[in-house]
């Protein structure tokens, strides 16, 4: 159980000392990131509204990330919109950093 923080001789709290950081290990050999565009319709369904979808490999040895645009914005299948697959996708489509065009808003998405 950890002790309660003591106070000093001049009023002060000594902290506790935060635990050391890993140091990350440099890559000497780095490899490139896999980055596939996939069709929406064939992945998700007919009916989708779903604009994009980008399988993206950071590592050999990693799972492939699922990485899909839709009105919800670009957003990774398993991590979210914070994955680091996800700037790799969005910089690999055609418009760079750039949404892809607006979806349809109301009807039959796709015939």
């Known amino acids: 159980m950890p002790s309660a923080p003591r106070s000093s001789r001049r009023g002060r709290l000594d902290r506790p000392t935060p635990p050391p950081v890993a140091a990350t290990q440099i890559d000497l ?16 369904g007919p009916r989708t509204a779903t604009s994009a979808v980008i399988r993206v490999r950071l590592r050999s040895v990693e ?17 979210g919109a914070t994955c680091e697959a996800v700037a790799v996708a969005r910089s690999s489509t055609r418009d760079g950093a750039h949404d892809a065009p607006p979806l349809p808003t109301s009807g039959d998405v796709h015939e």
């Not at 780095?30 to 929406?40: F, H, T």
């Not at 990330?65 to 009105?71: A, N, V």
């Open 29 to 44: 050999f780095p490899e490139r990131p896999v980055v596939e565009v996939l069709d929406p319709r064939a992945v998700v």
């Open 63 to 79: 799972a492939p990330h699922l990485i899909f645009h839709d009105r919800h914005g670009w957003y990774c299948d398993t991590h």
